[in-house]
Each structure stands twice: as C-alpha cells, then as structure tokens.
C-alpha cells in the first residue's frame, strides 16, 4: 500500500492544528508500513476563527488532493464535506504526529 497523508501540525511532533487556520501541511508517504516525510506545502487559511471563504477552502482541498487522508486537531462540517467529496478522509485527532502515522500505516482505512 502507498498512500499520501497530509498533517496539520505547527511543529512537526503534535497534530495540534485546525484544519481551517492551518498556515501550512506536512506530508507523508506511507509505503510498506513506514511512513516517510516528503515535503510542506504552504497554505492559506480558509478560516480566520469568524468567517470561511469558500474559495480559499475549495483551495486548501485542491492543494492536498494527492492525499488519500488529512489529518488536524479539529475540522469543521464544511471542511470535512469538502474533503470527503474529493475521497480524502479527514481525521479529528489529538496526538503525536508519529503515533498518528503508525496507526495509519498499519491501519486498512487508507486501502
């Protein structure tokens, strides 16, 4: 299996942010039950904790459309539909990026 996974983290080591304010996404290939980084991709927030920008969201999707899933510490309903539409599976989490990409890479979610 081979699958791309974004994350939404500020420091490499906690998913720790909101899918909507995330000013960036660190990318993961997982292959053979190992995760591996290949590259942060710059973002420019749909959200800024009051108002959405649809096309600024309709963005953020399209710039993480290689992902089979994306994973932040919180994503809203409008976030998640758009996600979902485009096959990528979001993921609510609170946890190390590390644990997180363990879990993925020896899950069946991503298959």
């Known amino acids: 299996m081979e699958a791309r996974v974004a994350i ?8 720790d942010q909101h899918f909507g304010r995330a000013r960036d996404f660190r ?4 292959e053979g039950g190992r995760p591996r ?10 959200c800024d ?27 809203g309903s409008g976030a998640i539909d758009a996600l979902l539409a485009r096959g990528i599976l979001p993921l609510a989490l609170e946890s190390t990026v590390e644990e997180a990409l363990g879990t993925l890479a020896n899950s069946k979610f991503l298959l």
């Open 8 to 15: 939404a983290t500020s420091d490499g080591k906690e998913i």
């Open 27 to 30: 990318i993961y290939l997982l």
């Open 37 to 46: 980084f290949v590259e942060r991709r710059v973002n420019v927030p749909p």
């Open 49 to 75: 904790g009051i108002y959405h920008n649809d096309q600024l969201l309709d963005r953020t999707v399209e710039l993480l459309s290689d992902c089979r899933a994306v994973a932040a510490a919180r994503i």
